[in-house]
């Protein structure tokens, strides 16, 4: 990892050194030619304005649109570019690229481009931005190859030559009948090495896997993986192709889906970037944490509802964190179990009960041995350190033992429950968030430790 970002700085510092010390614009331009187009975009930063102007003006907007694209935060480039070049850049750009860095512009720019942006851009953006960023046509690019069912090998091949000019996603060919609507798919090197004699219809897989537009894109993923192809089509409810998604927006939308799981577990809304105003960051955490708020004053309300237990016992509050905690690691270990195999959708009633009793297992065995454990060290511990009689010793970390036994299996068994209940009523199972589950476990702990404490240490056995 250490050795990949020095190689990053590493170029970009190159790139810097070749823009401030090139005697001229065309040795300029052919030295960063053996550079990355994400390297270039990279090395903006260590320029001065008069610096990135220079490169503006010495490189056209078909390479220009490359670097811009490899930028994540494109809005502070913007102005210094034209609105003359900015409108060429956007013309140069794949859809999914324009759509992004449209939206880093301002209105009253946008009034100034929009006459200047060709029809096939502006419809592009307008195709996109119609789709929620839920769902897959938000993720489309218009980059790619699309070719008629009845052409023969050689007019394939030349409407090849002929596309590749515009669209360099040329690994797949798309085919359509003579109604537009999608019937399969080519690879490039089946139509290479095919003979001229032989028809297109025998290098043509008419069970190519698509998507639909509308599909979303959480829902999406596991297909896209499973098939890992370069790119896939994406089809509107005509069957027509309105785009391709590539291996480059999967892997850009499994990071925004892991990201955003991520935040829910965190208990978050959505993500947070560090551009976002202290209200937006207050907006996304303050209503859980309301919740979680009134749901810690129940485990207070109960926690107090236990202080005959403590008065007489005093020793019992010591080991209260102790089962809390482990609780909450376990209901936390579950619900990430438990998302990630609710993410296949063909989950069926009886696999969704093998998962309930193997947490339930994994609760028990794991509950049982730590139990053990907790028996005989806090055992020792409170014989050595609290001066109570062995035997008293050992019957009190016995009641923790049980009560950990006890809390670990109830909060496996949460941990995996709540969530499949969540996604049987249609709520995003990661919304069952972490602090969720563990404020639950809290309350079941409490009450399994307590009342545990009452019944058998003061009640059955009279330890005080």
Not at 238 to 267: F, H, P, S
Not at 385 to 400: D, Q, R
Request: hydrophobic share 45%; glycine share 6%.
């Amino acid at each position: 990892m250490k050795k990949a970002t020095w190689k990053k700085t590493s170029f970009a510092e190159k790139i810097v050194e070749i823009i401030r010390t090139s005697p001229s614009i065309n040795e300029m331009r052919e030295q960063l030619q053996d550079y990355h187009d994400n390297d270039i975009a990279q090395s903006l930063q260590f320029l001065n304005r008069a610096e990135r102007n220079l490169l503006y003006s010495a490189l056209d907007a078909e390479w220009l649109a490359e670097i811009i694209s490899y930028l994540d935060d494109p809005a502070e480039y913007i102005d210094e570019i034209g609105i003359d070049k900015l409108a060429e850049i956007l013309n140069e750009m794949d859809a999914d690229d324009a759509v992004d860095l449209w939206e880093n512009i301002d209105e009253s720019v946008k009034v100034k481009l929009r006459p200047m942006i060709d029809d096939e851009t502006k419809s592009a953006i307008l195709l996109i931005n119609s789709y929620d960023d839920s769902e897959v046509g938000s993720l489309i690019t218009t980059n790619y190859i699309c070719i008629k069912q009845n052409l023969t090998i050689r007019q394939a091949m030349h409407e090849l030559v002929k596309q590749a000019g515009e669209n360099d996603n040329i690994g797949t060919i798309y085919v359509v009948d003579d109604k537009n609507r999608f019937c399969g798919a080519i690879d490039l090197k089946d139509l290479i090495v095919a003979r001229e004699n032989v028809p297109l219809d025998s290098i043509i897989s008419y069970a190519y896997p698509y998507l639909l537009d509308h599909e979303k894109i959480s829902e999406s993923i596991e297909k896209i993986k499973d098939y890992a192809e370069d790119s896939l089509p994406v089809l509107n409810k005509d069957r027509k192709i309105i785009g391709i998604i590539t291996a480059q927006d999967v892997v850009e939308a499994v990071d925004d889906e892991l990201g955003e799981d991520y935040a829910k577990l965190a208990g978050l809304s959505a993500e947070e970037d560090l551009n976002e105003t202290t209200r937006e960051s207050m907006n996304k955490r303050l209503p859980w944490l309301i919740i979680l708020l009134f749901l810690g004053m129940g485990v207070s309300t109960v926690v107090g509802a236990f202080e005959g237990v403590v008065a007489v016992l005093p020793v019992v509050i010591c080991f209260q964190s102790l089962i809390l905690d482990m609780a909450g690691n376990v209901g936390t270990q579950s619900l990430a179990v438990t998302i990630r195999v609710l993410m296949d959708e063909n989950l069926s009633a009886k696999d969704k009960l093998h998962l309930t009793f193997k947490e339930m297992k994994v609760g028990t065995c794991n509950g049982a041995l730590l139990g053990i454990m907790a028996l005989v060290f806090l055992g020792a511990y409170i014989a050595l350190f609290k001066g109570y009689a062995i035997g008293h010793a050992f019957l009190i970390s016995g009641c923790v033992g049980i009560s950990l036994l006890v809390a670990i299996v109830i909060s496996s068994l949460v941990g995996t429950l709540v969530p499949i209940l969540f996604h049987k009523i249609k709520v995003d199972p990661a919304v069952a968030s972490g602090p969720l589950i563990t404020t639950i476990n809290d309350l079941v702990a409490v009450v399994t430790y307590y009342g545990l404490a009452w019944i058998l240490l003061i009640q059955l056995l009279h330890i005080v």
